[in-house]
Structure formats: structure tokens, C-alpha cells
């Protein structure tokens, strides 16, 4: 291994901790990079998962940070009445606000507590947004993704979002619109660096995902972001259904 090491779990707890630190901050974005995008990022995420279009449902937010993002996602999840689980670190959890139908689990996932087995083949939608990533290069991914798969009820859809795909990324830098990106420097930073690739996911990983979900009984789609998302040209998104 080469390059920078990611950020763990335990960095996020500490970010989340520091006052001096922003929404975005503490989960590990300068505040630039999703300004303004919270709502078009929830909007993207509603044509994938169908929170919007239903009601009284059991919504569990892995990972969910403590950004605007997750704030708009508790509003939309009152306004429907789903039940909304939060699971990320006690640290990140206690800068959201409590409610009715709000349940916060803290601990990394996967992990046993009570009342996260209660929701055990019960779950109709699970989020894991910009999450993946750090799972990928700091514990058993697979493990991870099997676990929240048990949460899901049959029929229950799970979306991985936001997921950088190095390979996707490097097509789009080589194509006339990518070398066009390339002149402004304002978009380019932070997005060409190839240290540390080989802690990075690729579309071997993306794919591998896909192949072992369909294997353990899911059906799972590989599927762009909505082109206008702040990292739509690297990231993308995959979809699991429980059959
Ligand atoms: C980049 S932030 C994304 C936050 C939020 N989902 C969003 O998109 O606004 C990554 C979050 O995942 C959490 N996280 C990372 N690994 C986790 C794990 N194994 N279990 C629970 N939370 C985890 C971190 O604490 C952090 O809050």
C-alpha cells in the first residue's frame, strides 16, 4: 500500500467531537464540495429509494453522519411518518436532534445490540451514503454489506450511494469533456491525484459487489447519480433488492 491513509471511524468520532468543525466538516467534506446540494442529493436518492412515495416505513440510515443531507432525510422521514434508525457513533449521533419515530444506534457497523437485531429482516429501506468507501479500505466490506442486506425485509431495497469509482473517474478525464474539466482549476483540485490507487474501488470492485449480492440472493444494479450531484462524473451508486 501506498499514499494517504483514509479516514477510520474512530477519526470521524473525533471530527464529530470538535466544535471548531462544520456540519460538513465533521463528516470529512470541506464545505464547498455539497453547498447548496443537500436537497437535489435527497431528490437523487428518492428516484433509487421510494421514501417519498410511501408512508409508515422503516428507514435505517447507516453511517448517516451529522451533514444537512441527514437533516433533510429526518424531515422527509417526519412528513411521511416512516421510523428513521440512525446508526453511526455516539459523537456523530449527538449532533441530530431527537424525535418520535427517530432511533439512534450508535456503534460501528456491523455490530449486536438489541435493538438493532429487532429491525433483523423488518428493515423496507436501508441508506449508506458516501460510506463505502472508508468500509472498503479500513474493515471486511463484505461482511458489512451481508449484515445490512439482514436487515432488509423481502422486497426491502438498500442503496449504496456515492461510491468513487477510480476507473469511472479516469474515463471521464479522458474524454473531451473531462479534458475540458481539467482546465479549471477551482474542479480539478482533489480530483486527479493518483496516489494510493491501489487503496481506491475500481469498476473490479463495484462489479465484484454486484456479482456476490446477486449470489446471496438480491437482485443489484449498478446506477449512475444524477448528473447534476457535485461528484456525479466519478461516483456512483448501487441498488440491492431483497428477494
Ligand atoms: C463521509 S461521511 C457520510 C455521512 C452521511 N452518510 C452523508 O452522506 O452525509 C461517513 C460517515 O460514515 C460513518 N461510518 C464509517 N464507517 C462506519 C461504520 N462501520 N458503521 C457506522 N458508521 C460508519 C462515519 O462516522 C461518518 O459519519
Known sequence: MSGA????????????????????????????????????????ICTKLLLTKTKNKIIVDIGCGCDDLTFELIDLCKKNNHTLVLIDSEEMLKQLPKGKNLVKISGKFPFKN?????????????????????????DNMYLFLHEAVNLLKAGG????????????????LQSAEGKKFLKNNAQVKG?????????????????????????????????????????????EDILIVKR
Open 5 to 44: 491513509k483514509e479516514l477510520t471511524f474512530d477519526d470521524f468520532k473525533k471530527m464529530a467531537k470538535n466544535p471548531k468543525l462544520s456540519g460538513a466538516e465533521k463528516i470529512g467534506f470541506p464545505d464547498s464540495y455539497r453547498k447548496g446540494k443537500s436537497k437535489l442529493i435527497l431528490e437523487d
Open 114 to 138: 438489541k435493538v438493532l437485531d429487532s429491525y433483523i429482516g423488518k428493515s423496507d429501506f436501508i441508506l449508506c451514503y458516501s460510506v463505502l468507501f472508508y468500509v472498503f479500505a479500513n
Open 157 to 172: 431495497s438498500f442503496l449504496i450511494g456515492d461510491i468513487p469509482n477510480i476507473d469511472k473517474r479516469d474515463r471521464f
Open 191 to 235: 480530483s486527479t491525484a493518483h496516489d494510493n490507487r491501489d487503496q481506491k474501488m475500481d469498476d473490479s470492485i463495484l462489479l465484484a459487489i454486484i456479482s456476490r449480492m446477486r449470489r446471496s440472493g438480491c437482485e443489484a444494479y449498478l446506477i449512475p447519480q444524477n448528473e447534476k450531484l457535485p461528484m456525479a462524473n466519478r461516483r
